[in-house]
């Protein structure tokens, strides 16, 4: 695993690198378990092949639509192998998208350094300007 940089700082490149070592994953995966249910998919799918796809995404979270594309196809023919899913089509198997969860680990992020709990030990003012408006019934 590690983060690809380039001079243009696109994360294009990163995301295929990770959805190429994602997809090697998965095909072996399928090689060892030709047919494979549902709860073993998901045990295996979040421990070897979901890592790849989100590992230190908050430093090259894509924001392209080419890029979140492709790694979402990843997860989408993931879930053709599986018995029982291969005619259902992915909006409804999949309750998280990647791109939720990066959006998730965006907005944890977020409260650590604007919360009041100083959990990451960042000056806020650097990154955010706050603004508090208070309504009146």
């Known amino acids: 695993m590690g983060v690809f940089v380039t001079s243009d700082l696109k994360p294009s490149t990163q995301c295929v690198k990770a959805v190429n070592k994602a997809q090697s994953v998965l095909r072996m995966i399928k090689r060892n378990f ?3 249910d549902r709860d073993d998919f998901n045990i295996l799918y979040k421990t070897y092949v979901r890592p790849y796809l ?38 409804d198997i999949s309750r998280t998208t990647l791109e939720k969860r990066r959006k998730s680990g965006d907005l944890i992020e977020v409260y650590k350094i604007i919360g009041l709990s100083g959990k990451e030990g960042v000056d806020s003012s650097k990154f955010f300007t706050l603004f508090f408006t208070t309504t009146t019934v």
């Open 54 to 91: 989100a590992y230190c995404v908050q430093a090259w979270s894509p924001a392209m639509v080419k890029d979140i594309k492709i790694l979402e196809k990843v997860q989408q023919r993931a879930t053709k192998w599986v018995k029982g899913l291969k005619n259902i089509c992915y909006t």
């Open 34 to 36: 030709p047919q494979i």
